[in-house]
């Protein structure tokens, strides 16, 4: 007999069809007419197959009906149309197998729903729930989604290091990538005492400080300026101590990298693919996606089909600091002309003030990284932050500095070694470009599509400060 999965089980067209299904129990009801329902789950699908399985079968006496939740089962049988409401079908079996069992004493997950935090003490057994099979599955649409756009549009995927021996920026506290060991002071076997962190990292795997990747982007720029269109995508690690439920120590990150574009290139871009992401989601995710609008936020799918049409705000940080001003809000961070935006901020612009996405740019160049194209009044830089309602910024970018001159004063301005960049400076020596890119956090588009208030719960094992259990 052919195998199926319960997303095809489930469906209309299958019925008739003799199949074996395999899956873990969800619940089990006897009746007393003398057979039992079992729903089953495989992971395909947020609906569960019911599974019919009649007193007449050879085992069911001492397997059937003490068939626990969470036990593995193998299916024979023949679909059928279901009379119940909710489902298409249901599997009348000829053969119910017993794979392994779950002691209903120790297994975690029974009927009843768990909290959140609870659920991330059992990081090994939480997509076996609802909640989390449908994360996992639109997270995968999205991973598919975001390569489907950029290969339409004719970007190539390259791979950028995840050891790396250059700071970006300093985009974030860095992690450090060595062999030596912290318990030891001296050369193994030399008998030297350490003098300097020079001579200690001379010693090292690489023979120099090297740290794990915050962002592939100067890479990806070295890409670019040969290849035209590239985007990484890839894990990106952030040693900063932000206990938010929008941050996490390792996290996936896409970033497209482009030759020829200027900032409203960028911005265009930027908006043509979350609208791609979200219309995606929502067609090939609309059970997960009803799911998530009944469970987790009841104006999700609202919030996301005029995310998918309505045009995005963009207005320069000049304009929102003046909106913020304007605001009468009481917020905990002060506003003024030349400091970051707060997350506070941000979601004010987003949520109350705009009720859509909102693209800011021209951002003070002395809070921005020194590859931003400074403007010319000398004070601000071609940076773009990209904010969305409940997640705040989910994507930053900027056009880049293309100018050798400038590029070589910026560094020194912010205290940085040219000679650390050579590589860098390199590409706006020889045929240099206008290039733009941007960054979007996986996570941060998963808890944005899904409504899941946590990063934590967005990703399959959280890396957080203080926690990496599993
Ligand atoms: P934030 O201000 O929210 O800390 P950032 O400005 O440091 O973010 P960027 O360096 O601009 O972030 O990174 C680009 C994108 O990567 C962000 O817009 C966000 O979507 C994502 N991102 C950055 N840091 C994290 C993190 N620690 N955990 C998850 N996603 C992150
Ligand atoms: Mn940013």
Redesign the pocket.
Known sequence: MEKIRVVEARKREAIGREAVVEGWVRTRRDSKAGFSFIEINDGSSLGNLQVIADKQLPNYDEQIKTLSVGSSVRVAGTIQESPAKGQATELHATAVELIGDADPASYPLQKKRHSFEFLRTIAHLRPRTNTFGAVARVRNALCRAIHEFFQQEGFLYIHTPIITASDC?G??EMFRVTTLDPCKTTAAGQGTEDTTPAERAARDFFGRPTYLT??GQLEAEVYATSLGKVYTFGP?F?A?N?NTS????E?W?V?PEMAFFELDDNMELAERFIKHLVREVLASCEEDMQFFNLRIDSSLLETLEQVAEADFQRLSYSEAVEVLERSGEKFEFPIAWGR?LQ?EHERYLTEKHFGRPVVLYDYPATIKPFYMRLNDDGRTVRAM??LVPR???????SQREERYDVLLERMQQQGLNPGDYWWYLDLRRYGTVPHSG????????VQFVTGMAN?RDVIPFPRTPGSAEF
């Open positions: 920026e985009a974030g915050v962002s990106t952030r900063e932000s929008r941050h996490l120590a996290f990150m970033e970051d997350s932050d990209v997640v705040g910024e989910i994507i930053g970018g941007f960054g979007l956090g996986l996570e941060r588009m990063i």
